[in-house]
C-alpha cells in the first residue's frame, strides 16, 4: 500500500478543525485508510542517518497515512481532504469541467508515427490560472512521483511531465529520434547535453538511473518540442530545464506519454482534478487537442462521468444488512459516489467521477458501501451452512514431523520455493531436461528462474550462508517442490518432500540414516520389506560412487539418502563432506 506524508498542522488546517491522534486514528478507520506512523522529518532523517544528520531539521509533526493500492485519488493531501469533508457530509462532491477552448486558441499536441515503436501514447491537458503556494506547490511535485510509482509502474507505462506554458509556444510534437539529434539542457543543469550523455549523466543518479533501461537499448529515443524547438522533455527520463514550473508559475501545461492509454489517461485525470480547485475557476480544465499520426484527433482530459445500476438487495446480501435503498445511496454519496434511488426503490443509480478509476465493477460499489456503514457496526451472524474447520492432513503430519525433527538435534530451515536452473541441474550433476521443473516465463533475476525440484540445494546454500556457526551443522526442511504434470489441469504438481543434511569434518552417513530410522520409527513404518521400508544400494548424480542408497516404502520408491559428491559439495561453495537424505511423505498419508 501507498504511504502518504502529510504535515498534521496543514490536514487540520485544510479540513476545518483539530483532531487528537486518536481521533484522526479513527477516523482514518473509518474512511478504510490506516495511519500508520506519526512522526517528523527530524526523526525520520535521525533513524536514517544518525542524529548528528538530523540536526537543524524540521520537527513539524508528519502523518503518514497508508492508503489502497487503487484509491490514486487519495495519494495527496488535496484528494484525502476532498474526500474526508464528503465522508464526513461536510462539503458535496465538486463537478470537474471541462473547457475547450475556441477553434485556434487552445492547445495542441502532434503525435508522429516514430513514437509508435517506444511510447506510442500521449494525452495533455492546461491548468489555467492557477494560484501555488509552497505547500501546494510541493503537494504537486509529490502527487507526481507517487502516481509513477504507483499506477505508472515505475515510468514503464506512463510518464508525467509539467511545463510553465508561458515559457513556451504551442503546437507541440511528440516524436521520436536518434539520441545524437537530441540536445537540450536538461532539468536544473547549467548546459546543454545530448541524449546520450544525458544517460550518461545520469547513470549514477540516485533517483533517474532506475529510469535509464526504459529506453537505453532504443534507436529512437522519444522527445516533446514547442514551435520554436524548444525541448520540453525526454519522457520518461527527464523534463527541459526552460520549462520548469515553478511556486510562481500561473499556467501549467501537463503532458502524459507511455505504452499504456489507459493509464494515461487515469494520470492525467487525477492529477488536473486534483489540482484544479487552485484554479481562478476551481475544478476547471482547460482541454487540449491531440492529433494522432493517422490524422485523427482526441481531446483531453476526458474528465469522463458514468452511471452504473445496482440493486440495493445486493448490496444488502453481500454486506450482511438491511439498509433501505435512500440510505444506501446516501452511504454511497459519502464515498465520493453520488447515487439517487430510481424506480420503486429497486435500483440505486450511482454516478462514477473522474477521480475513482478503481470503481470497475459492482463489488467495488458494494466495498464502498460497507466502508461507509463502518465494518464494526455489522452484527456477527451465524453462517447459515455449518462446517467444521480442521487441518488438512498432509499439513498435520508436517507440523507433528517438525517438532520431533527438532528435537532430534537439526535446525528447521525455510528456503525459497524459486530457485535458478544451475541450483537443480548443473550443480546436482544433472540436466535441466530431466529434472522436469517448471519454468518462470519472464524470471527478474538469475536466481528464481524456475520452481524447485528438490529442497537439498536450498538447504546447502542455508549452510554456504553460515560456514562460519560451529560444526556441526545439521539442517532439515519439510515444504513443497514442484514438477510438471501433464495430467493436472494446471500442467505441474506439488510433492511434500522431507530433506535433511549433515555437514562436519566427517560424512556422517550413520548421523543421517539414522534420522531415516527415526523418522520412519514415528510414521509406524517398520524396517522389513513386505509393508516396511528398506534400503538398496544404487547411483546417483548428486551423491559419491558407492554412498548413495535409494529408499523404498509403501511398495514404492520414496526418495534417496547418502554422502554427496565432493564437485556437488565444491559448487556450493562448501569445503567438507556432507550426507544428505530427502523423501516424499505424501505416501505415509
Known sequence: MPTVSVKRDLLFQALGRTYTDEEFNELCFEFGLE????????????????????????????????????????????????????????????????????????????????????????????????????????????????????????????AIGTHDLDTISGPFTFTAKAPSEIKFKPLNQSQEYTASQIMDLYRTDSHLRHYLHLIENKPLYPVIYDSNGVVLSMPPIING??????????????????????????????????????????????AAEVVYPNGKTHIYPELAYRKEKVKPELINKKIGISETPSSLAKLLTRMCLKS?????????????????????????????????????????????????????????????????????????????????????????????????AVRIANPKTAEFQVARTTLLPGLLKTIAANRKMPLPLKLFEISDIVVKDPNTDVGARNYRHFCAVYYNKSPGFEIIHGLLDRVMQLLEVPPNEENGYTIKA????????????????????????????????????????????????????
Open 538 to 589: 544404487t547411483e546417483g548424480s548428486a551423491f559419491f560412487p558407492g554412498r548413495c542408497a535409494e529408499i523404498f516404502a509403501k511398495g514404492q520408491s520414496i526418495g534417496k539418502l547418502g554422502v554427496l559428491h565432493p564437485d556437488v559439495i565444491t559448487k556450493f561453495e562448501l569445503t567438507m563432506p556432507c550426507s544428505a537424505l530427502e523423501i516424499n511423505i505424501e505416501p505415509f498419508m
Open 241 to 286: 530545464d526552460h520549462t520548469k514550473i515553478s511556486v510562481n508559475t500561473r499556467n501549467v501545461f501537463i503532458e502524459c506519454t507511455g505504452t499504456d492509454i489507459t493509464k494515461a489517461k487515469i494520470v492525467l485525470d487525477i492529477i488536473v482534478t486534483m489540482f484544479s480547485e487552485y484554479c481562478e475557476k476551481p475544478f476547471s480544465v482547460e
Open 340 to 436: 439517487h434511488v430510481i424506480g420503486n426503490g429497486n435500483n440505486i443509480e450511482i454516478e462514477i467521477p473522474p477521480t475513482r478509476a478503481d470503481v470497475i465493477h459492482a463489488c467495488d460499489i458494494v466495498e464502498d458501501a460497507a466502508i461507509a456503514y463502518g465494518y464494526n457496526n455489522i452484527q456477527m451472524t451465524i453462517p447459515k451452512t455449518y462446517t467444521i474447520a480442521n487441518q488438512l492432513p498432509l499439513n498435520k503430519l508436517t507440523e507433528l514431523l517438525r517438532l520431533d525433527l527438532a528435537a532430534a538435534g537439526f535446525t528447521e530451515a525455510l528456503t525459497f520455493a524459486l530457485c535458478s536452473q544451475e541450483d537443480i541441474a548443473d550443480k546436482l550433476g544433472m540436466d535441466i531436461s530431466a529434472t522436469k
Open 35 to 158: 495511519l500508520d506512523e506519526i512522526t517528523s522529518e527530524k526523526d525520520i532523517i535521525s533513524k536514517e542517518k544518525g542524529e548528528e544528520k538530523a540536526k537543524g531539521a524540521s520537527d513539524t509533526v508528519l502523518y503518514k497515512i497508508d492508503v489502497p493500492a487503487n484509491r490514486y485519488d487519495l495519494l495527496c493531501l488535496e484528494g484525502l481532504v476532498r474526500g474526508l469533508q464528503v465522508f464526513k457530509e461536510r462539503i458535496n462532491l465538486p463537478r470537474y469541467e471541462k473547457i475547450i477552448p475556441a477553434q485556434g486558441e487552445g492547445q495542441r499536441l502532434i503525435i508522429t508515427e516514430e513514437t509508435v515503436q517506444v511510447r506510442p501514447h500521449a494525452v495533455a491537458a492546461v491548468l489555467r490560472n492557477i494560484n501555488f503556494t509552497k505547500e501546494r506547490y510541493d503537494s504537486f511535485i509529490d502527487l507526481q512521483e507517487k502516481l509513477h510509482q504507483n499506477i505508472c509502474r515505475r515510468r514503464a507505462l506512463v
